[in-house]
């Protein structure tokens, strides 16, 4: 069980919105400690997508955004496209330790 | 354009150690930078292994950090990771990593293609 705690799955038609969320505790998320996101494609290695709770490495899509309020962080995806299919991890710290969410599965309808 | 390699035994007999190599190109790894393990097993989440700075100074998760030693090798630019005594547990994707501080925090800006690790006998 993670300490990061993100829904096993969402799904999404094409040109929607969907948001991916990720709850931790006073420990981790809650204590100050920023919140970071992978976007994993099928057979691939995982690739840095939101760092620092909200800001796009160069070459990511403005259509992915990411927030962070309290003990909770989102990842927001707006124009749904069939290649954002994969699996989104979210990662922060706890104590000092690093830590990822379990990972959703995101569906293209 | 950093590169990481990773290179070792697809196949590792239980209660044997697992040791793997990442090879670093495109960057020296003294000049900086953190430097870890992560590994994802079948159909399941990642899970971070260990981190290292150039410096020496690790940090270990610690449900592995009786197993698990991490070291760099400046002159050869390489990460080593050696894993005892593993189970079939321990089967997994195995990814090399390079992390970026930010604040308290470090994320990972550059990841290996990782190596698959099977325990069998």
């Known amino acids: 069980q993670s300490v990061l705690t993100q829904p096993p799955s969402v799904s999404g038609a094409p040109g929607q919105r969907v948001t991916i969320s990720c709850t931790g505790s006073?420990?981790?998320?809650?204590?100050?400690?920023?919140v970071h996101w992978y976007q994993q494609l099928p057979g691939t290695a995982p690739k840095l997508l939101i760092y620092?709770?909200?800001y796009r490495p160069s070459g990511v899509p403005d259509r992915f955004s990411g927030s962070k309020s309290g003990t909770s962080a989102s990842l927001a995806i707006s124009g749904l496209q069939a290649e954002d299919e994969a699996d989104y991890y979210c990662?922060?710290?706890?104590?000092?330790?690093?830590?990822f969410g379990g990972g959703t599965k995101l569906t293209v309808l | 354009q950093v590169q990481l390699q990773e290179s070792g035994p697809g196949l590792v007999k239980p209660s044997e150690a697992l040791s793997l190599t990442c090879s670093v190109s495109?960057?020296?790894?003294?000049?900086?930078?953190?430097w870890g393990w992560i590994r994802q097993s079948p159909g399941k989440g990642l899970e971070w292994i260990a981190i290292?700075?150039?410096?020496?100074?690790?940090h270990y998760n610690p449900s592995l950090r009786s197993r698990v030693t991490i070291s760099v090798d400046t002159s050869k630019n390489q990460l080593s990771l050696r894993l005892a005594s593993v189970t079939a547990a321990d089967t997994a994707v195995y990814y090399c990593?390079?992390?970026?501080?930010?604040?308290?925090?470090?994320?990972?800006?550059?990841w290996g293609k990782g190596t698959t690790v099977t325990v069998s006998s």
């Open positions: 990593a390079r992390d970026h501080a930010y604040g308290v925090t470090t994320y990972v800006d550059v």
């Open positions: 620092g709770n909200s």
């Open positions: 990662q922060s710290y706890d104590t000092s330790l690093k830590v």
């Open positions: 495109g960057y020296s790894i003294s000049s900086g930078h953190y």
């Open positions: 290292i700075h150039y410096s020496g100074t690790t």
């Open positions: 006073y420990s981790n998320i809650g204590a100050g400690y920023d």
